[in-house]
């Protein structure tokens, strides 16, 4: 005797269902054979230990209360699925409007999975709505399977649509190009276009884009399915207006950082190297430039700066940098190759010879034991040679991203090794002088975030602009000298040399502290923070997600929802189910609490004061407001100066909101039973 007793209800689903098929269960359950497949293959991971068991009945209806005729078969795409929705439940479907953002491997398996489900239907006024900035690259293609080799270099979301429609041609998809993102909110996603939506489906693969379209969410009550993957792993999180908690209400513990000094002098594996040449790349060809733009852009031109600082003896920010920068600034191509030789001996000869002055390979520590043990290695000095592979690479990527900041042309010419060498020839390459900078050697130091500046390098900062200004005093300077065209690191275009520059400058290093290198895949995969996505994990988690979707145009109780966590690597365990947890909530004092999900108002008008407000407040919510915030921005805090004063300024004056924008969104606080003051819900304040 196998059970007790027997759920003939459920029994009787079963049998009625048993001819009829429900895509999202088939594609989880379809990831998890897929994954077995390949560990059994492979070798890799453990197999799963004994059963897996997954059911989705609380899409099904009660047999009790339905008619027959909603699961009647009819020739059409959709048979199998009204065998087990009923037909009513596939015209809800049909009808609805969902927005999703974001196109890449987890949104191509969502859209397959809508395509089955008959979702957003142009005959039933329903839509899907996609979109996504991106653009499709070659290394999409193992697991976006929407996209083609003839599609590289097109828009996501406009391709996404289109063979989404191939595989369903009654679908009424909308593919857009924007990001969401506080620029977009304005003008393309607004209030007024997230109040026709019924549910937001988020397929983003970084953690700022999900707070952020949470947010939305939450402050126009729509539902949103959330969902991610990491290699095996994958989550599903269900969010409810008034019902679960939001998706910024958990954060994961945030990553340990690699001690500075580890990466500054004492790198132990490949990727302190990477990191150390992503830093580098960040360094001379964003930061730089931009700090260049904006100093030159406020400080004028340099005999004034050059006046201000005589005359008033100051030195504004940023002029040590900057100054070097412009009196080195490169104009002709042999320029920029002159510079890269120059650093190659500073990064992969200098730095180690320093480091081995100061502290000698028979250097001890206080207790003895000697300072070159594992895991710190002793740096070798490389010695230049055009010839070694690796060399010429970073000299040449170093060039060609030098020359592109600064706006200098070069030929395919110019790159042969002729060429280059013979620039080499007239290259003054400086010797080896020990610096007289301390070596950071504590794990627990932090990278300081300022750098304090001796008399004598302002000296000699003067010196150089000095020496600039009367170089050109009689010649007409061009305007392009004073701005410089910062780079930002794309890891998917191949022709940028973004991760050329990358791999070269970390393999130099890793050969100087005698480390295992690393291709150029593998850089990009850890330069590029990118997490391997794998087909079997995004299809399971698209099919939990279409599941949860069925459930919320069913309007079911929370109880019926469920978030998953899953690990398809493991033998055991593989899959979690959990009821979203309720929306956490605050009491201010008595009976007045709140959740994220409340939302005050206010409706005022232009002439309507900050006391007004303040009074409209306390009569609507019986309670007094204790501080006015919008943003960042303190509108009423008593103990500040002057504040009191602005109870009889109008809230108009004192918000100074934009043209055209007809609300606000303030946080208030308020002094809670035990006289502490804590933030209330956001009141929206109405101008109008």
């Known amino acids: 005797k196998l059970v007790d007793t027997l759920d003939y209800e459920l029994y009787k689903q079963l049998s009625y269902c048993s001819s009829g098929v429900l895509p999202p269960l088939a594609t ?69 409007k969902l927005f999703m953002v974001g196109c890449g491997a987890i949104g191509c398996e969502m859209l397959k999975g809508y395509a089955m489900l008959g979702v957003g239907q142009r005959n039933s006024n329903g839509a899907i709505i996609i979109t996504d ?71 983003l693969d970084n953690v700022e884009a999900r707070r952020y379209v949470d947010s939305r969410c939450v402050t126009t009550m729509k539902p949103l399915l959330e969902s991610g993957t990491l290699g095996t792993k994958g989550h599903v999180q269900v969010i409810l207006p008034e019902k679960t908690e939001s998706y910024s209400s958990q954060q994961d513990p945030p990553e340990k950082d690699v001690p500075y000094c580890t990466l500054k002098s004492f790198p132990a594996t490949i990727e302190h190297t990477i990191q150390w040449a992503r830093d580098k790349f960040e360094s001379l060809w964003t930061q730089k430039p931009n700090l260049y733009n904006k100093f030159w852009q406020t400080n004028g031109r340099p005999a004034e700066l050059l006046k201000v600082m005589l005359k008033q003896d100051y030195t504004p920010d940023g002029s040590i940098k900057c100054v070097k920068l412009l009196s080195t600034r490169p104009s002709t191509w042999s320029d920029c190759v002159t510079t890269a030789r120059i650093k190659f001996e500073k990064y992969f000869n200098h730095k180690a010879q320093n480091l081995i002055h100061a502290f000698p390979l028979d250097t001890k520590m206080p207790d003895g034991s000697l300072f070159w043990q594992s895991p710190k290695r002793p740096p070798n000095p490389l010695k230049f040679s055009s010839q070694d592979p690796l060399h010429f690479e970073f000299l040449i990527s170093y060039s060609k991203l030098y020359a592109e900041v600064h706006g200098i042309y070069y030929s395919k010419q110019d790159l042969k090794l002729e060429n280059i060498e013979s620039i080499l020839a007239t290259v003054d390459v400086p010797s080896f002088r020990p610096s007289g900078k301390r070596i950071e050697t504590d794990e627990n130091a932090k990278r300081p975030e300022t750098i304090q500046v001796s008399h004598d390098v302002v000296e000699v900062c003067k010196m150089q602009l000095q020496d600039y200004v009367t170089k050109n005093s009689n010649n007409v300077i061009p305007p392009e000298t004073f701005t410089m065209r910062p780079l930002s690191f794309e890891k998917d275009d191949d022709e940028n040399g973004h991760i050329d520059f990358i791999t070269a400058a970390s393999n130099l290093r890793a050969v100087v502290y005698s480390i295992e290198t690393a291709d150029r895949y593998k850089t990009k995969l850890i330069a590029g923070r990118i997490v391997p996505a794998i087909a079997t994990t995004t299809a399971a988690v698209a099919g939990l997600v279409s599941l949860e979707l069925i459930k919320i145009v069913l309007n079911l109780p929370l109880e019926s929802f469920k978030n998953a966590f899953m690990n398809l690597a493991l033998p055991e365990s593989q899959l979690i189910l959990t009821e979203p947890a309720a929306a956490e909530r605050t009491v201010i004092s008595g009976d007045c609490s709140y959740t994220l999900w409340t939302q005050w108002e206010v409706r005022g008008n232009d002439s309507m004061t900050l006391k007004q407000f303040l009074d409209a407040v306390k009569n609507q919510y019986q309670l007094e407001p204790t501080m006015v915030v919008l943003g960042v921005k303190m509108i009423y805090v008593p103990i500040m100066p002057g504040h009191r004063k602005r109870l009889a300024h109008s809230m108009k004056s004192l918000l100074k909101l934009p043209p055209g924008k007809s609300y606000v969104d303030l946080t208030l606080s308020f002094e809670n039973q035990q006289q502490e003051d804590i933030p209330g819900p956001p009141v929206r304040y109405y101008l109008n």
Not at 153 to 163: E, F, G, L, R
């Open 28 to 96: 989880t359950l379809g990831g998890v054979i897929a994954q077995e497949c390949l560990i059994s293959i492979t070798g890799k991971f453990s197999p799963l230990k004994q059963w897996l068991f997954l059911d989705a009945t609380e899409v099904l209806q009660s047999l009790s209360n339905c008619d027959s005729s909603e699961y009647l078969f009819r020739e059409d795409r959709y048979a199998s699925l009204r065998i087990c929705l009923g037909d009513s439940v596939l015209k809800k479907l049909a009808e609805l």
């Open 133 to 203: 900035n991106d653009i499709i690259e070659k290394s999409n293609l193992n697991r976006q399977f929407l996209f083609r080799s003839q599609h590289i270099q097109q828009h996501k979301a406009v391709i996404a649509a289109a063979s989404t429609k191939e595989i369903n041609p009654d679908l009424n998809i909308q593919a857009q190009c924007y990001k969401v993102f506080p620029g977009t909110e304005e003008q393309v996603y607004n209030d007024e276009f997230y109040k026709h939506l019924d549910v937001v489906v988020n397929a």
